[in-house]
């Protein structure tokens, strides 16, 4: 069955450095791949979306990365501030109906 | 308006009553996506709406499980005999069409006693 994994455990990073996410996914191939973030008590919020002829896509100090190979992509952001920390959810479109598989997300702290 | 908006934005029930979630999606989307989010698990894909198509249901966990769109506007979803398995954050969101960024209401967050 199709699978999106992403890592579960929190991450904690200092303030101005780069932050790492990772999502892995199996038996899928997306035409598209989109990232979101999400805060206690909100709706996720959309950040970038890369389509599987993209090998990276930015958006000021987001970078997402997108390997059809290895079936996984990165987010990154740099230069991280607090108000980065959310929990941030990767997302998988499945058929041509648009609707969206998504990973558990991953928590983000970031401290100052 | 701005956004896609839901009411209520939070709704306490009791085991065995039904329940109505609305969804106002973004004007001129035309489609609609409903998605449930439980503690602790990610958002679950329930049920799409996409202009006068049928709708794609093959989410909705069961037969107690029904939404509609009137007009290709307004969504309601309907859980009939809660249950308190029932009891997560139900998210509505709409995009210009199936293939374009979905863009997510505030959620109501159901609680069954």
């Known amino acids: 069955s199709q699978k999106i994994e992403q890592n579960s455990e929190a991450l904690n990073i200092q303030e101005g450095k780069t932050a790492t996410l990772t999502c892995n996914y199996t038996?899928?191939?997306?035409?598209?791949l989109q990232w979101y973030r999400q805060d206690p008590g909100r709706g996720p919020v959309f950040l970038l979306l890369i389509r599987e002829n993209e090998k990276e896509k930015r958006k000021e100090r987001l970078k997402v990365t997108f390997d059809t190979t290895l079936k996984q992509s990165l987010f990154h952001i740099t230069a991280s501030q607090p108000a980065d920390s959310a929990t941030y959810l990767c997302?998988?479109?499945?058929?041509?109906?648009?609707?969206?598989?998504f990973g558990q997300g991953t928590t983000l702290q970031v401290k100052p | 308006g701005a956004g896609v908006s839901q009411s209520p934005s939070n709704k306490v029930t009791e085991k065995g009553k039904d329940v109505e979630l609305r969804c106002d999606p973004i004007s001129g989307h035309t489609a609609l996506y409903w998605y449930r989010q439980s503690l602790g698990q990610g958002l679950e894909f329930l049920i799409y709406?996409?202009?006068?198509?049928?709708?794609?249901k093959s989410g909705l966990p069961s037969d107690r499980f029904s939404a509609e769109r009137t007009g290709g506007s307004v969504s309601t979803l309907t859980i009939q005999r809660t249950q308190q398995e029932d009891s997560a954050v139900y998210l509505c969101?709409?995009?210009?069409?199936?293939?374009?960024?979905?863009?997510f209401g505030p959620g109501t967050r159901l609680l069954v006693l």
């Open positions: 709406f996409q202009g006068n198509s049928a709708p794609d």
């Open positions: 997302a998988l479109v499945s058929g041509n109906t648009g609707k969206l598989i």
């Open positions: 969101a709409s995009s210009f069409t199936n293939q374009e960024t979905q863009y």
């Open positions: 038996n899928y191939s997306p035409a598209y």
